[in-house]
């Protein structure tokens, strides 16, 4: 039934109709919501059974969820931030165990300097933890994404997130279509555990594994990783089947491939970056939107795919390496190796500050008026100004290199070559 | 597109109003947007809201830079900060004052505005009167109703109801009601 | 006449007793007994913590009827346990992390309770690194819970499995490998060695108690008492370890037996944060018999013996004697 | 269950890891003797017995039975024994010895009360074999030689069997009824007693009966003469003829006063009869200190407890008509008594001499090869003595004189008799290692005080022959069996079993062979030896 609806409420309700056993949190913004919501319907008894365990840290959030869901309940939970890395030794046990819980995270920048805003800075640090991750762009698609997450989750036997901007969908306020409790019950299976803690079956899970068996471990992991690249696109479209709406898979394209120029993106900013699209084709600009829903696995053939037809590639990432650059970038370049297609590496976003229309025309005009060179770091609406100034102090001392002038350079300071 | 930016303080109720404006387009069958300006801000402290509405989808997730209509909530900001910052000239204004924007000084201000277009209504005061405590959102998002016509009062009483229960609902309801017809009368008034 | 008689048959000390019925004899006495710890474990030769887990581990599952999961915090007792392609275990066994053994049972427990398993018991083990440093929060988090967890410490006063370091429960003056034998406060410079079970009671949970694998019988009877009660309880013992303490791995039991009758670990229970039942000296021993049978402590006794720390050392046993009445005219 | 690589396994699968090859030592369960079997002269496997009997019940028959393999008069044992075994019990060194005469009492008193009776366990051997003598040792050996299907015939001069037991104990000690009982049990075991029948040559004797072996027991009853001049009016006699003469119709006349010459037990119990007989005051001269008496502190006290007086350090010079002469001695440098010529009197209507006992050895006249050493007959290791054929044990030969001595010399020379029948030598097994006092870990064994005996009160031990310390009733005495702490070998307490890090330790459960080291896995860490309450395992070198 469509409602209009805050994202946190309507993924609460989401996950409460996918029926999970255990719910495990601990508040940090912006996930906050969506665990009240959750703690409430099981305090209610609309959702039941149901144990709701109120630890004392995001470590004890998942360690917990580990246990239940080893003990053969769906398990789930959700997160932000710095509550993420405080995660960080759990997640990769739960991945390595293999074991299905599926996992919000309200994506929210990392501290220090500490900031509540939004960004993907949290979950790009994870990136590689063994958890599949999908990435949302509407609380309607969070919505659908959470009930294929646990079908994913477990038909796989490997841990999901599932990634909703902080604050932009999660206090977002918009119409949102939810499924009746028979439909997804049709759709997602009780959880049938491939391995549980079971006295009439004992065994011994997480064993101590020496080097004579470690690699071959790990590779499976990956193997079974990789697999998701066949689940996710069938689980969405069994899902439009089930919903008659289509969510989900692992890309997305607007309004259709074979673009001359396709900007990457992740999450909630796809619709304000479909906004300038529209406005730009208007104008006769032959650009589309490329959406990236399953960062991991990466989709490399697909993408690859999606985007050899086009002249230039923007990636528009609210995250970035420091001391190396784009992330998404840098991935999208290892699925382009070999063609000739220039990618243009675009931090927006940080921190919370806002992705205009605005500044993405600025953006594309730049990019397609060559103001901007391919594989330069460039960073959306920077006080550049700002950023000389101090730049340019640290240059004066004793302590910096060349390398600071050549980020000066980018940066488009001229100074360096006065000395 | 139709989009709205909310101006207030913390617990004035300046993200409730942006929700139920939302709620309320919703009710009348169109889509609706309604985000606040994210942040760890405590009573007191100002407030932005945003609310859109259109026909179609909504896509853009951008704050409201160039809003069709302001609604400020408490006139104390106006020394604050940059209220009118893309408002247009055919913008819709409404305050919250049991004073005249002449008194305010803001008289020469609105002046490039459609006279229409701008309201001054006694938000808190009416909320004294029928709901008892001084939140102004609700008889605020009534004045809205009849200064823009893009909700009507019912959708607004509605969406109150769909929140709230018991007496806040109805209280809130009345001064909704209260300060609907109000600027119906004023802008009457305007035109006799 | 006869029902008062307590000799070594009938005593509380032996492990066996040819003369008892069978169902008052110890677990262990039993042919058929579970060795929930099976044989084949790498564990060093007189470990205690081996001996330990399998007592608390077969009480536990007798009482349960087999029906018990165990989860199992990172340490020795799980590296000597699990080594691919072995498991000693056996019993349902999930080992996570260092320090989140009290989440993972929390969270086991939740699962049972959800799909209406409440037959099925849930204990937490990991050694004193894991529980009182590491795993700290996660235990308190636990305790405050109140969650239908028995957590289980084996206690051996440092990090073994790393190469002996220094723990919170490493008591004053023990030599380890970051802890320097020399100076003016030789060995473990600062702390008591953090009583955890004193912490544990603070949260008044139903049942707290301590142990040593010097007194095996006690160590079940304290297993079986926990798992009559629901809700978090803590369970504390004192496992000498070989390794670690420089002693004679012959001497597992004897040492432990002396850290009891020297007062230096109280063995107690507590319910509701309040003590009930105290196990008193059986004959007073001088701190000094129990440093002097472990290297650890064998600083204390060189050319110039540091008489001073033995003192503070013999105070801090005296305290506990006074603290929990460990004598009998007490 | 679908199990991921490597991440999970299968329960119990490291028992495919055999931990027993990390081990330098190995435990090995050992058996050790026992010191209170090592000190029983009656041989007696006393810790067995006590293991039987603390199961109370069918255990008593048990502990009985075995009793009885060595020693065939428990019940007269647990009275009248000075049980060396608990002067040797590990047990004292804990807190006090195991009461193990009391129990041994406890036992015969029951066989008595139950009517256990033994059988011969050998088929007839065809041989017949005469005892000279129906003494402890005489008797001990009648009962040895008949259960190993010999034909025995006991003669005694005497009225009736028993010896010393009967006419040299007081039956305040050793009641009469329980001496029959126990006399009796051997004759319904087909040994054949003649009474009042004296062997004048033991040759002749064996030639007439056509005996193929001859044991002499004929115990030393002629009491000790010291010259003491004495006067017609004296009245003097020796305290083996008193306490024999209390067997016969009518008790002998001693007087208000008497007077008892000697230190030993003999001395004692003369003193102790005399109260018993009505003198006011009964005193016992011995020349050297209460510290050198040869007679057991137990008699001393109960003596002194009776009434009975002691004079240290005086020797008797003379007796006649109602007084004595006595001489002050002073002990000299090596503690032998010296007269000192301070002479004094004392008043005594009797003067009753316990001076020690000497043997009648006139039945050995014409007995060609034997040798006799300081009044007694010397015999071999084998109880054989100079003349093949002809053992001999008891008071007649070298050793200490007690009934448990005695009753030892029976059993052994019983053996050697029915070996040499065979024309073979009674080999016996080597003995264990002593079972030391360190080698225990007494921890395990819990606190328990001794059990004390009941006495009778003092007015009737003075006044009647009614026995003086009582039995142990059932409960006290099945306490007093459970604190032995099995010196030495294993009692089945399950410590090893449970104390195992490696579970390498297998419960057996077989009788005498309750456990076995499961060498798979045993890592040799100790523990087990180290934690063994008896001190029945030993850790042995792994050859490497």
Redesign the interface.
């Given at each position: 039934m469509r409602?209009?609806i805050?994202g946190s409420q309507a993924v609460a309700r989401a996950v409460a109709l996918c029926r999970p056993?255990?719910v495990?949190a601990y508040p940090i913004?912006?996930q906050t919501h969506i665990v009240e919501a959750l703690s409430d319907l099981v305090r209610t008894g609309e959702l039941s059974?149901?144990?709701y365990?109120?630890?004392?840290?995001e470590?004890?959030?998942l360690?917990?969820?580990?246990?239940?869901?080893?003990?053969?309940?769906r398990?789930y939970t959700a997160t932000a931030s710095q509550g993420l890395l405080y995660m960080a030794?759990?997640l990769y046990?739960a991945s390595?165990?293999?074991l299905p819980i599926v996992m919000t995270i309200a994506n929210r920048a990392i501290g220090a300097p500490i900031n509540?805003?939004?960004d993907h800075s949290d979950v790009m640090s994870q990136r590689d933890c063994g958890w599949i991750q999908l990435f949302a762009e509407?609380n309607q698609e969070a919505v659908d994404l959470h009930v294929q997450a646990f079908a994913l989750a477990e038909e796989l036997s490997l841990p999901v997130t599932v990634n909703m901007d902080?604050?932009?969908l999660t206090?977002?306020?918009?119409?949102v279509d939810l499924p009746s409790q028979a439909q997804v019950d049709a759709f997602l299976p009780p959880f049938e555990p491939?391995?549980?803690?079971?006295?009439g079956?004992?065994?011994?899970?997480?064993?101590?594994?020496?080097p004579?068996?470690f690699t071959?471990?790990k590779v499976?992991m990956h193997a079974k990783q990789m697999q998701a690249l066949d689940v996710v696109p069938r689980i969405a479209s069994d899902f439009e089947d089930a919903f008659g709406r289509g969510s989900g898979g692992l890309l997305r394209t607007y309004p259709r491939e074979g673009a001359d120029t396709v900007v990457v993106a992740l999450g909630?900013?796809l619709?304000?970056i479909?906004?300038v699209v529209d406005e730009l084709r208007a104008e006769n600009v032959d650009v589309a939107a490329l959406g990236i829903r399953c960062f991991r696995p990466w989709p490399l053939e697909e993408i690859r795919q999606a985007l050899q037809g086009a002249r230039r590639v923007i990636v528009l990432e609210k995250a970035f390496a420091v001391g190396i650059g784009g992330i998404v970038g840098q991935n999208v370049r290892l699925a382009l190796s070999g063609l000739p297609v220039p990618v243009f590496d675009v931090v927006a976003g940080l921190g919370?500050r806002?992705?205009?229309?605005r500044s993405l025309h600025t953006l594309l005009a730049d990019v397609l008026h060559e103001r901007i060179e391919p594989n330069q770091l460039t960073f959306l609406d920077l006080d550049r100004e700002l950023v000389q100034r101090e730049l340019h102090r640290v240059s004066q001392s004793p302590r910096s290199g060349p390398h600071a002038e050549n980020i000066l350079r980018d940066v488009g300071t001229v100074a360096a070559g006065s000395h | 597109m139709f989009q709205v930016r909310i101006h207030g303080r913390g617990g004035q109720g300046v993200v409730t109003a942006a929700e139920l404006l939302s709620v309320a387009a919703f009710l009348e069958g169109r889509e609706a947007q309604a985000f606040p300006t994210f942040g760890s801000e405590r009573t007191g402290a100002p407030v932005v809201a945003f609310c859109r509405i259109d026909d179609s989808v909504i896509r853009v997730r951008e704050p409201i830079t160039e809003p069709d209509a302001l609604i400020v909530q408490d006139p104390t900001l106006l020394h604050q900060v940059d209220l009118f910052a893309g408002l247009s000239d055919d913008g819709y204004l409404l305050l919250n004052t049991g004073r005249s924007f002449d008194d305010l000084g803001l008289g020469a201000f609105v002046e490039r505005f459609d006279v229409d277009r701008c309201v001054t209504v006694p938000a808190t005061e009416i909320a004294r009167e029928h709901l008892g405590r001084p939140l102004p959102n609700a008889a605020l998002l009534g004045a809205f109703a009849a200064l823009t016509g893009q909700v009507s009062v019912d959708s607004v009483a509605a969406a109150i109801r769909e929140r709230f229960s018991g007496p806040t609902a109805e209280g809130n309801v009345t001064a909704a009601e209260h300060a609907h017809a109000r600027v119906l009368q004023a802008g009457r008034a305007s035109h006799a | 006449m006869s029902e008062t008689i307590k000799l070594y048959q009938l005593g509380t000390f032996a492990v066996g007793n040819r003369l008892l019925d069978p169902d008052d004899r110890s677990v262990q006495a039993d042919v058929e007994r579970s060795n929930t710890l099976t044989s084949g474990h790498r564990a060093c030769q007189g470990c205690g913590e081996a001996l330990g887990a399998r007592y608390v581990l077969d009480a536990a599952m007798r009482a349960t009827a087999g029906n018990l999961v165990a989860a199992n915090a990172t340490g020795c007792l799980e590296v000597f346990s699990t080594p691919y392609p072995e498991s000693s275990w056996q019993l349902p066994w999930l080992h996570s992390l260092f320090g989140n053994a009290p989440a993972v049972g929390s969270g086991i427990a939740a699962a049972l309770r959800a799909k209406g398993r409440t037959d099925v018991r849930v204990v937490a083990q990991g050694g004193d690194g894991g529980t009182l440093d590491i795993g700290f929060a996660c235990l308190s988090g636990m305790f405050e819970r109140n969650d239908d967890v028995l957590y289980v410490c084996y206690d051996n006063e440092a990090y073994m499995n790393t190469g002996v370091q220094r723990s919170g429960a490493t008591p004053p003056a023990a030599r380890t490998a970051n802890t320097k034998p020399v100076g003016d406060e030789p060995g473990n410079v600062f702390g008591q060695g953090k009583s955890a079970p004193l912490i544990a009671m603070a949260h008044e949970i139903p049942y707290v108690a301590t142990a040593t694998v010097a007194d095996l019988h006690d160590l079940e009877r304290k297993v079986e008492r926990a798992m009559e009660f629901r809700g978090a309880r803590y369970l504390h013992v004192l496992v000498p370890c070989p390794l670690g303490w420089g002693s004679a791995a012959a001497d597992t039991i004897r040492i432990a037996r002396l850290a009891r009758e020297t007062g230096l670990f109280p063995v107690f229970e507590a319910e509701r944060g309040e003590v009930v039942n105290v196990s008193k000296i059986r004959g007073r021993v001088p701190v000094e018999e129990y440093l002097r049978a472990q290297r650890r402590f064998a600083h204390l006794f060189g050319e110039q013996p540091r008489t001073d720390v033995i003192e503070r050392i013999q105070a801090g046993a005296d305290r506990n004697i006074r603290r929990f009445g460990l004598l009998e005219e007490m | 269950m679908e199990k991921p690589f490597a991440i999970t396994l299968d329960v119990g699968s490291s028992l495919a890891n055999k931990t027993g090859s990390w081990r330098t030592e190995r435990p090995v369960y050992v058996d050790r003797l026992p010191p209170c079997a090592n000190a029983c002269p009656a041989g007696e496997n006393v810790q067995q017995w006590l293991y039987d009997a603390e199961e109370g019940g069918d255990g008593y028959e048990r502990a009985w039975r075995r009793i009885m393999e060595d020693n065939p008069f428990p019940a007269v044992m647990g009275r009248v024994c000075y049980h060396p075994c608990e002067r040797a019990c590990n047990r004292a060194q804990l807190d006090e010895s195991v009461g193990i005469n009391s129990v041994e009492r406890f036992l015969g008193d029951e066989a008595i009360a139950q009517g256990w009776r033994v059988e011969v366990t050998a088929p007839p051997s065809g041989k017949r074999i005469l005892v000279v003598g129906a003494g402890p040792s005489g008797l001990s050996a009648a009962y040895h030689l008949a259960r190993l299907g010999h034909a025995v015939t006991v003669v005694d001069s005497g009225p009736a069997a028993g010896g010393m037991m009967r006419f040299g104990i007081p039956r305040y000690r050793l009641p009469r009824e329980v001496l029959d009982a126990e006399i009796q049990r051997l004759v319904e075991l087909g040994v054949t007693i003649e009474l009042n029948r004296r062997v004048t040559r033991i040759l002749d004797a064996m030639r007439e009966g056509g005996f193929d072996a001859a044991f002499l027991a004929v115990g030393a009853h002629l009491g000790k003469r010291a010259y003491i001049p004495a006067g017609s009016a004296a009245k003097v006699l020796d305290a083996v003829s008193l306490l024999r003469s209390m067997e016969g119709e009518n008790p002998p006349r001693l007087g208000r006063r008497v007077a008892v010459y000697g230190g030993g037990n003999t001395a004692m119990d003369a003193a102790r009869t005399a109260k018993r007989l009505g003198a006011e005051e009964a005193i016992v001269v011995y020349r050297r200190t209460r510290e050198r008496m040869p007679a057991h502190e137990f008699e001393v006290e109960e003596a002194e407890q009776e009434g009975v007086l002691m004079k240290w350090l005086s020797t008797v010079k003379q007796a006649d008509g109602e007084k004595l002469v006595i001489e002050r001695m002073e002990l000299d440098a090596d503690g032998f008594p010296q007269p000192t010529g301070e002479l004094e009197e004392l008043e005594a209507d009797t003067l009753v001499l316990a001076l020690g006992q000497e043997t009648d050895l006139s039945l050995l006249e014409g007995v060609p090869g034997l040798g006799v050493d300081d009044g007694v007959l010397t015999v071999g290791p084998n109880m054989m003595s100079g003349y093949p054929g002809i053992f001999a044990g008891g008071d007649m030969v070298p050793a200490e004189r007690t009934v448990t001595v005695a009753v030892g010399h029976g059993k052994k020379a019983a053996r050697n008799i029915d070996a040499w029948l065979r024309g073979e030598e009674d080999v016996r097994p080597p003995k264990h290692e002593l079972a030391a006092f360190e080698q225990l870990n007494t921890w395990y064994y819990a606190d328990a005080p001794r059990s004390v005996q009941p006495q009778l009160e003092l007015v009737r031990r003075q006044s009647t022959f009614d026995e003086v310390v009582g039995g142990l009733d059932g409960a006290t005495a099945l306490y007093e069996a459970r604190r032995c702490l099995s010196c030495g070998n294993c009692f089945s307490c399950d410590n090893c079993y449970g104390v195992c890090p490696d579970n390498a330790v297998i419960k057996l459960g077989a009788p005498g062979e309750p456990y076995a080291i499961d060498y798979d896995f045993c890592k040799g860490c100790g523990i087990c030896a180290a934690e063994c309450p008896c001190g029945a395992i030993e850790m042995v070198p792994e050859a490497i």
């Open positions: 409602s209009q805050e056993e255990v495990s913004s912006p059974p149901c144990e365990l109120m630890v004392e840290s470590f004890a959030a360690s917990a969820a580990i246990g239940a869901s080893a003990a053969g309940a398990t030794e759990a046990n390595g165990l293999g509540i805003w939004n509407s902080g604050f932009v206090h977002a306020v918009e119409p491939r391995q549980v803690l079971d006295p079956e004992p065994v011994t899970i997480g064993a101590m594994v020496g004579e068996a071959e471990v499976l909630s900013v619709g304000t479909d906004e919370g806002p992705i205009t229309k | - | - | -």
